[in-house]
Antibody, heavy 121, light 113 residues
Framework: QITLKESGPTLVKPTQTLTLTCTFSGFSLSTSGVGVGWIRQPPGKALEWLAFIYWDDDKRYSPSLKSRLTITKDTSKNQVVLTMTNMDPVDTATYYC?????????????WGQGTLVTVSS | DTVMTQSPDSLAVSLGERATINCKSSQSVLTSSYNKNYLAWYQQKAGQPPKLLIYWASTRESGVPDRFSGSGSGTDFTLTISSLQAEDVAVYYCQQYYSTPRTFGGGTKVEIK
């Protein structure tokens, strides 16, 4: 059974760096074809794709946020970490991590419950 | 970026009636080499994460009721709920996974009339 859980601060100040951790079980990020992505959703708004990391350490970022995002993995800990620099109130959102369904298919079949991050001074 | 435009923004349908949601991509998401459309549909109920319903534009995820179906190709896609049930009240999103960023549509809210 695959599960994912996001963790990190619930409140950050403007200009600070946000670090979120996705801790997962039921799969290994060292297995060929596996991937994990981050998606966010501002309150009452649509989903926004942020970043993705593959088993071979290939990384993809949203071009509009690329300068602020870094995604890394720690296969020994079964974790994926997303950092976002220079946080702004418009970054207030629920942040989700999710599992890639299968090789060649970058849809997300299993999602974490999400973590709400509020950016405010 | 490939822009995904959903319509309508919301719709109200009577129980047992058909609900139809449209999704249009600004670029084709059809790969000619595999003849597959890189398009997924998700359902998000209030307070929950999204749930994958459909991938490859028309393949139902395991466990998804067969009243949900996806169709379309290239740039125009449709999610149909053939007979709306109370538990189908949710926001539905399309997503393309053909190009980076893997963009989502703006969502369509489905309610009971």
């Amino acid at each position: 059974q695959i599960t994912l859980k996001e963790s990190g601060p619930t409140l950050v100040k403007p200009t600070q760096t946000l670090t979120l951790t996705c801790t997962f079980s039921g799969f290994s990020l060292s297995t060929s074809g596996v991937g994990v992505g981050w998606i966010r959703q501002p309150p009452g708004k649509a989903l926004e794709w942020l970043a993705f990391i593959y088993w071979d350490d290939d990384k993809r970022y949203s071009p509009s946020l690329k300068s602020r995002l870094t995604i890394t993995k720690d296969t020994s800990k079964n974790q994926v970490v997303l950092t976002m620099t220079n946080m702004d109130p418009v970054d207030t959102a629920t942040y989700y991590c999710a599992h890639r369904k299968e090789s060649g298919l970058d849809a997300f079949d299993i999602w974490g419950q999400g973590t709400l991050v509020t950016v405010s001074s | 970026d490939t822009v995904m435009t959903q319509s309508p923004d919301s719709l109200a349908v009577s129980l047992g009636e058909r609900a139809t949601i449209n999704c249009k991509s600004s670029q084709s998401v059809l790969t000619s080499s595999y003849n597959k459309n890189y398009l997924a549909w998700y359902q998000q109920k209030a307070g929950q994460p999204p749930k994958l319903l459909i991938y490859w534009a028309s393949t139902r995820e395991s466990g998804v009721p067969d009243r949900f179906s996806g169709s379309g190709s290239g740039t125009d896609f449709t999610l149909t709920i053939s007979s709306l049930q109370a538990e189908d009240v949710a926001v539905y999103y399309c997503q393309q996974y053909y190009s980076t960023p893997r963009t989502f549509g703006g969502g369509t809210k489905v309610e009971i009339k």
